[in-house]
């Protein structure tokens, strides 16, 4: 009798935990809406030129039809859009999914959520950057990765278990150091390089930025591991089996999965290393929509399948 008022208690309680997150969902989508601006100009991508004279007299609208790069404009501008509605989208899933898993893995859901929370509201802002002026702008990139990288190093130890990282310390640091100070080191190098703020904006400033950038990102690899080796700080021998697959995947994200953002780098204009014109800022901005939808998004599910399959291992 007891047995079965506790696991009826137990789905209660469970069912209840999923209408919460769910409704909570719900509700923060809702505001972000209300909150957002009441819409920023809208493009329509098929407005022909008018020529007046021999003068566009449309050129803020037509500009996606006006002969130059109009192909990698319509990618750049499509990629905006997608961006931040698959954030979104995203988001709405990770939280109405936090109750779905294990007490100990709701923190993991959390972050998950936060993570393309904060890039569905920066993409939101970087579409209407790009709508309004034909920029594509480094500076909320920026703003969104030296929020969002972190959390991303913070969900690896969130997900495999306190028990799975070691004391083993690298510069004097723990896990969490290493993994915080190789974040700050990628993000605030990378912003340098691309923003020409080295060695007077030469190309030798931007190699170095993208050198010194990519030390951040080897301090994260040399934490977290391989999908072939422990890391410093994590023992693999103690990653519950439920959670391997999982976390190997978190792995292959960082190692081969980054790669895309370097790539992204090198058409930075002011990193002046690849000069592809104006054609170079858009490559850039392909590059990084990209990379942050499949790293982001994709980060987050392969999390959220690990918690699953630990909440089904222990039911």
């Known amino acids: 009798m007891n047995m079965q008022y506790e696991n009826s208690s137990k789905l209660r309680s469970l069912k209840l935990n999923r209408r919460n997150s769910a409704v909570l969902a719900v509700m923060l989508f809702a505001l972000a809406a209300v909150a ?12 022909e030129c008018v020529e007046v004279a021999g003068t566009v007299v449309n050129q803020a609208d037509c500009w996606l039809n006006d002969g130059v790069d109009d192909g990698l404009q319509l990618v750049t501008f499509f990629l905006f859009f997608v961006g931040y509605i698959s954030m979104g989208a995203a988001f709405v899933f990770f939280m109405s999914e936090r109750g779905n898993v294990g007490k100990e893995h709701r923190t993991t859901m959390t972050i998950s959520a936060l993570i393309v929370g904060i890039a569905a509201f920066h993409y939101y802002y970087m579409r209407g950057v790009y709508v309004d002026h034909q920029v594509v702008s480094i500076e909320y990139r920026y703003m969104d990765w030296i929020i969002t990288v972190p959390l991303m190093a913070l969900k690896f130890p969130s997900l495999v278990g306190k028990d799975a990282i070691t004391d ?13 100070t190789g974040a700050l080191i990628m993000i605030a190098f990378g912003y340098l390089g691309e923003a020409g703020l080295l060695m007077g904006g030469s190309s030798t400033g931007g190699i170095l930025g993208l050198v010194l ?8 690899i040399v934490a977290t591991g391989t999908p072939w080796s422990s890391g410093k700080g994590v023992d693999n021998d103690k990653i519950p089996a439920e959670l391997m697959w999982s976390a190997n995947a978190l792995r292959w994200f960082i190692v081969v999965g980054w790669i895309i953002y370097p790539l992204g780098y090198l058409f930075s204009p002011k ?4 000069d592809l014109g104006a054609e170079g800022e858009l490559w850039m901005g392909i590059a990084y929509n990209i ?14 399948m690990g918690a699953k399959k630990a909440a089904e291992a222990t039911a």
């Open 36 to 47: 957002l601006p009441a819409a920023a100009a809208t493009t329509n991508p098929a407005t």
């Open 168 to 180: 083993a310390k690298f510069l004097g640091m723990g896990f969490t150091g290493v993994c915080f």
């Open 213 to 220: 950038g990519g030390v951040g990102w080897a301090m994260i």
């Open 271 to 274: 990193a002046d290393i690849i």
């Open 291 to 304: 990379a942050d939808m499949i790293n982001k998004i994709g980060f987050g599910v392969v999390a959220w």
